[in-house]
């Protein structure tokens, strides 16, 4: 199997002993240059999330290629707070239409989009914690609160009480987004 690194390409057999070593390689090769990884690319299929997963339960004689697509810290931070803050920009208007939606009896497509906001407000949480441990942002106290508010927002779905819902929507995640969105602008 072929392994390529920015321009440097590395070649293993397609056997199990190899996979530790290109998992260990790769990592070597991260901490020397100084980059982190974007994403990883196995047969022309991007792996987002978990790479070392996706590679360990992939049958190995079916490895060809591994492409690691790199960047340095700082281009990461960048491409992290500029779509943070995009997704803050589209997302926030989309808040009053849905919690309206949850007033009212909320239609399929209001459930549809409640499940695409928590997918959302997820990754915010993971974008602000990256952000943090790079000591981009400090924004511990409001983590906080969004970590909160999801959690009482799954109570209120948990009961199926959509006032709740829409209250917490509309008066705490709307409120927390704003003020990470100024937070973002500012950095």
Not at 6 to 18: D, E, L, T
Not at 81 to 87: E, I, P, R, T
Not at 137 to 146: D, G, I, P, W
Not at 147 to 165: G, K, P, R
Request: proline share 2%.
């Amino acid at each position: 199997m072929e392994v390529t690194i920015q321009n440097h390409k590395f070649y293993y057999g397609n056997n199990n002993s190899s996979i530790e070593q290109v998992l260990t390689d790769i990592e070597c090769f991260l901490k020397d240059k100084k980059i982190i990884i974007k994403n990883i690319i196995v047969n022309d299929t991007e792996v987002i999330g978990d790479y070392t997963q996706y590679i360990n339960e992939m049958d190995i004689r079916d490895i060809e290629r591994i492409q690691v697509v790199t960047s340095t810290e700082e281009e990461f931070v960048d491409e992290v707070m500029d779509s943070l803050s995009g997704y803050l920009s589209n997302v926030l208007p989309q808040l009053e239409s849905l919690s309206k939606e949850f007033y009212q009896d909320p239609e399929p497509k209001t459930w549809v989009e409640f499940s695409e906001l928590i997918e959302g407000l997820q990754w915010i949480n993971q974008a602000l914690n990256f952000l943090q441990e790079k000591n981009v942002v400090t924004l511990e106290e409001l983590v906080s609160s969004l970590d909160s508010s999801i959690v009482n927002l799954l109570q209120a779905i948990e009961v199926t009480d959509t006032i709740l819902v829409a209250d917490i929507i509309n008066y705490e995640i709307s409120d927390i987004l704003n003020q990470i969105h100024l937070e973002i602008k500012v950095h």
